[in-house]
């Protein structure tokens, strides 16, 4: 089954960047269950075995795509937590609100499919734990961040970090999830970021 469009070029570009490029096209298109390594190879204009050079198979892919092909939130975060006290807290929060819920939006329809399948979910979850990455990791980020703040004063002494990172990413995740059967459909993504920042500061701030 092909899924490139009729009469379109042949890919262009280093293997690895058209592995990934095709991988992220199909995961979108057919889902992460049956987006196989031969399919993608294919899409990417290269065999099979050149896909197994640069990755060990679709779990390595999938974590790939998500983290090269997606919004960059981890990156965001751990240069906040690097530099505490740089920019307003509200600009900050705002931004990270805004790419977390664009990170969640894009990769809630790649990664859906993993809860139907519990081997394919099996051997994802210790793809990840091999490679030292999972959905925990930006609620420690962002606690880390807050911390930081918090022993600069910039937060409330008391403010709890790990919940206050818990409830931003989980509202970021939750519109990805749930806001499609509304009638109203998703809300924008600027406008949300904003008052989930402000909203959440209210209960934080000094």
Do not use: W
Request: with cysteine.
């Amino acid at each position: 089954m092909q899924h490139e469009e009729p009469g379109a070029p042949p890919p262009t570009g280093p293997a690895r960047e058209r592995i990934l490029d095709a991988a992220h096209r199909l995961m979108l298109t057919v889902g992460l269950a049956r987006a196989t390594t031969k399919e993608i190879a294919k899409a990417a204009g290269c065999s099979e075995a050149a896909l197994y050079k640069h990755f060990s198979g679709k779990e390595e892919l999938f974590i790939r795509v998500l983290m090269e092909r997606l919004p960059r939130l981890n990156p965001l975060l751990s240069g906040l937590a690097a530099e505490p006290g740089r920019g307003t807290l509200e600009d900050n929060l705002t931004e990270i609100a805004r790419q977390a819920a664009l990170f969640y939006e894009q990769s809630f329809p790649i990664a859906a499919s993993l809860y139907a399948e519990t081997q394919l979910k099996r051997r994802h979850d210790d793809a990840m734990r091999h490679m030292e990455s999972g959905p925990h990791l930006p609620i420690k980020s962002l606690a880390a961040y807050l911390r930081a703040e918090r022993d600069l004063g910039r937060l409330s002494p008391d403010a709890d970090t790990y919940a206050a990172a818990s409830l931003l990413l989980g509202a970021c995740a939750q519109r990805a999830f749930a806001y499609d059967m509304s009638d109203a459909g998703r809300p924008p993504v600027d406008a949300f970021a904003a008052g989930l920042a402000r909203t959440l500061l209210a209960g934080i701030a000094p």
